[in-house]
Structures are given as structure tokens and as C-alpha cells.
């Protein structure tokens, strides 16, 4: 064979190889940048996801229609105003500083309760207050709203129309006695509110199990809690669940309808 036709084929030769060269660099490039894509897709979800389920819970006690709050008032007179109390706020000196005893019955489950008349001396004048007006037992406040989600779970009572609205004539503040960490322990008594510190007013909620809650809402006010009962509740009203709704099955009206029966404190 000619040197010639030799050269020409080893330029064939490389030719070919490095048309190979440059398909399979092709290719490996291109899975390079997929992986890349993937990976940051999924970053991504992962980012979404977990800012959704800190919404979530954000929305659950802070807006929305299953707020552990007083809904907006039509009344102009008892809106909350920012950083001070509106209408005719029972004197926080009712509760003399003191601990409070008493019961209260949600249908048939008779929970001893315990009050802190020293470390929320506000929230627990207004709830005495009320308690003694026969309040949450005349009006038709019904417990509304139940949660069952796996670090939440709690009862909420005392709204107006028993639906988680109405207007009570006075709201309230500051926030007192809340928990650094979040964390409010099952059995705790604890004001609901909205977005203003000072929205407190007649709602409060009864945590079944220990529940965090968002603590970048500001917290809720504990002034009390249950001593003894939690089991026949719970047995009673919490295990049946949630009635279904848009919001699902986590948060909303319980399936056993639930009021306040009985109430007494001393």
C-alpha cells in the first residue's frame, strides 16, 4: 500500500474517532445538565414543599376559615386595634392573682380545670368574667372547630355564633404567659386570636396532646389548664374526627357535635 493511500486512511481513522469522540462527549454532556436540571427540580420541590406545610400550619392559626380566632367583626366597635384593647374589657383584676379551680363539661366529658390568675391575669379575668355571665353556656358557643393533624390537636370553643364568629363586644391584649418553644402541652388552656395580639376576646382552645404551633405569629396566651378528664374527651369527642370539608379531614367542625354544658370556677 502507497504511502499515500496509508495517510488518507489514517486520516479516515481519526476522523471517525473523533466524530465518535465528540457523540459520546454529546451525550455525556447532556446527561450532565439532565442530572442537573433533575437535581435542582428536585431541590426545588423539596424547598416548595416544606415552605407549603409551614404555611399551612401558619394559616391554620393565624387566618383562613379554620383560625383559631374570632372571625373580623362587622362591628366597627369591637375591631381590634393594634397595641390596645376596644370595648368594655372585663378588669384584669378579677382574677387576684391567684389559681383558679373549676369544671368544665364539653357534653358529657367533665374536665377539672386549673387557672392562672398570676401569670395570664388578663385572659383569665375575661374567662371568669364570662364563666360567671354564663357565657359559654347560654349563648349557643358551641366547640366549632377540632384538629387532629399529627403535632397539632385541639378543641376550640366559645365564639359567638358557635361557628367560629360573632362579636362579643371587647377585645383584648397583650399576649401573656406564651411559650418560648411552641410547644403547648396536652391539657393546656390557651386564648385563640388572630393575626393582632390584641384580637383576644371569648374563643379559646383545649390542646388534647402536646402541639406546636407556629411561635413566629407571636404565641398564644395559656391561662389554664385541664387537670383531669383529658382520656373521656378525647375517647368521647377527638377519636370520632373531623367532619370532611374543603379543608379536609385534619381541621373543622367535629363529628360529634360538642358544647359547653357545664362550667363553674372558684
Known amino acids: 500500500m502507497s504511502a499515500s493511500k496509508n495517510a488518507e486512511r489514517d486520516a479516515r ?37 416544606a415552605a407549603l406545610a409551614t404555611l399551612t400550619q401558619v394559616f391554620y392559626f393565624t387566618a383562613g376559615p379554620g383560625m383559631p380566632t ?81 403535632s397539632f390537636k385541639l378543641i376550640q370553643c366559645g365564639s359567638v355564633d358557635g361557628k367560629g364568629a360573632g362579636d362579643v363586644g371587647f377585645s383584648f391584649g397583650p399576649l401573656e404567659n406564651v411559650p418560648t418553644d411552641g410547644v403547648y402541652p396536652a391539657g393546656t388552656i390557651a386564648m385563640a386570636r388572630g393575626d393582632s395580639a390584641y384580637s383576644q376576646s371569648s374563643q379559646f382552645f383545649i390542646t388534647y396532646a402536646d402541639t406546636n404551633l407556629p411561635s413566629t405569629t407571636g404565641g398564644y396566651t395559656i391561662f389554664g389548664k385541664v387537670t383531669s378528664g383529658l382520656p373521656e374527651f378525647v375517647s368521647g369527642i377527638a377519636d370520632a374526627g373531623v367532619t370532611p370539608s374543603a379543608s379536609g379531614t385534619i381541621d373543622g367542625a367535629p363529628v360529634v357535635p360538642t358544647k359547653i354544658t357545664q362550667l363553674t370556677v372558684q
Open 13 to 49: 481513522e481519526a476522523r471517525e474517532r473523533l466524530r465518535r469522540y465528540n457523540a459520546r462527549q454529546s451525550v455525556h454532556n447532556l446527561q450532565v445538565s439532565r442530572r442537573r436540571r433533575d437535581n435542582i427540580i428536585a431541590i426545588v420541590g423539596v424547598v416548595v414543599i
Open 70 to 150: 374570632p372571625s373580623a367583626s362587622p362591628s366597627p366597635s369591637s375591631s381590634p386595634a393594634a397595641g390596645k384593647n376596644v370595648g368594655d374589657v372585663p378588669a384584669k383584676t378579677i382574677a387576684e392573682n391567684r389559681t383558679w379551680t373549676g369544671e368544665l363539661t364539653l357534653n358529657d366529658a367533665k374536665l377539672g380545670i386549673s387557672l392562672d390568675g398570676a401569670n395570664a391575669p388578663q385572659a383569665t379575668s375575661v374567662f371568669i368574667d364570662l364563666a360567671k355571665k354564663n357565657f359559654y353556656t347560654t349563648t349557643g358557643a358551641t366547640c366549632h372547630r377540632l384538629t387532629n393533624g399529627d
